[in-house]
């Protein structure tokens, strides 16, 4: 699985445009194949910084997207933040449910 | 790296009381070794689905806090949600950046 993870600050009196083109480009990216899931957060303690996570079952999907217009409205979205954006790709090798806090405490016996 | 991410949908009324504990969680594990970020949100679309994430820098630092009274307080949480939580730990194998954008799209040429 790889994942996208989009940190963000939005300028003053703009999140909820920004929040609003995010969720409008959530609505196509949802219906792309390979796409697992797309979620929108805003930091508990600053409405205004906006996380925007998507994650694909492979890295071909995601480089497919990456040369879309999906992309291009996202680098527009990074290019109204109002700091320098984190915009993170990271490759995840296994992913371990609530069964890992279990199987932990046991070694610990 | 190895990632933590709780996401639960708080109980009517109830996410204040929900966001104050995970807060006041994450400043004791934010002096914990190892921690590389700890972070709270809440979905856009809905302020009572919360996300809290906690990234480590290796398994083992994460596995002396699952034993620790942190993860204990994590699972009282965990019971006081609305619906089961989704509770996945993620073996993060590689991380890229911005550059990554670039590096698929000049493969496209």
């Given amino acids: 699985m790889i994942q996208v993870c989009l940190s963000l600050l939005a300028k003053p009196n703009d ?15 949802e219906a792309e194949p390979g796409l ?3 979620r929108l957060y805003v930091r508990a303690d600053n409405p205004d910084a906006i996380c ?7 890295p071909d999907e995601l480089n497919q997207q990456i040369r879309s217009s999906h992309y291009a409205q ?10 320098p ?6 490759w ?4 371990k449910g609530l069964e ?3 199987a932990v405490k046991e070694t610990e016996r």
């Fill in 15 to 29: 999140t909820a445009a920004r929040i609003e083109t995010l969720q409008s480009l959530m609505l196509r990216v």
């Fill in 36 to 38: 697992l899931a797309c």
């Fill in 52 to 58: 925007y996570v998507e994650e694909w079952q492979t």
């Fill in 74 to 83: 996202l680098i527009s979205v990074m290019e109204e933040a109002a700091e």
């Fill in 85 to 90: 954006p984190d915009f993170r790709v990271s």
């Fill in 92 to 95: 995840v090798s296994d992913v």
């Fill in 100 to 102: 890992y806090l279990s």
